[in-house]
């Protein structure tokens, strides 16, 4: 069975970015595996490229973006992201990331990938994040960076 990969917005987006070259060297080099894996993002990612404001980028952008499953966002989604803030997992200025971590976990995903190092991948944050998803009842989830994904 295929591992369950959730991808926020930074994976699409690394594809394109040649400012970090061994970053982009690893995010298409995850893109060339991907049959290997079920992916799956969610509505956020879309309006998130959608916002990318060279035309040319976007369009690359958004046809990775058809490669996955893009989930719709939900109610429940938006509560768990309220929650993650009311218990400080996530700032108030980190809603978006909030909104992937639980996107992914209502979606059933084994790993939510992202190169969001500050906000996302550290253990600190995942700790605090399943911690939450322990006290709802709801199962813990890895986050990790493309590298991590050989």
């Known amino acids: 069975m295929a591992l369950r990969v959730y991808l926020d917005t930074s994976v699409f987006s690394a ?11 690893e995010t298409r080099e995850f893109w060339s ?5 079920q992916l799956a993002t969610s509505e956020l990612a879309r309006r998130e ?4 404001s060279a035309p040319q980028v976007r ?4 046809r990775l973006l058809g490669a ?16 993650y803030l009311q218990l400080r997992v996530f700032s108030p ?3 978006a990331d909030a909104l992937h971590v639980a996107a992914a976990v209502l979606t059933g995903h084994d790993v939510l990938l992202s190169w969001n190092f500050r906000h996302l991948v ?25 590298s991590e994904m050989r």
């Open 15 to 25: 594809y394109a970015d040649d400012r970090l070259p061994e970053r982009q060297r």
């Open 33 to 37: 595996r991907r049959r290997a894996f």
């Open 49 to 52: 490229l959608l916002q990318i």
């Open 59 to 62: 369009r690359r952008m958004l």
């Open 68 to 83: 996955v499953r893009v989930h719709a966002l939900t109610a429940e989604m938006d509560r768990l992201a309220g929650r």
């Open 93 to 95: 200025a980190m809603r």
């Open 122 to 146: 550290n253990v600190r944050r995942r700790a605090k994040v399943n911690e939450v998803n322990r006290r709802e009842g709801l199962r813990a989830i890895e986050i990790a960076a493309p």
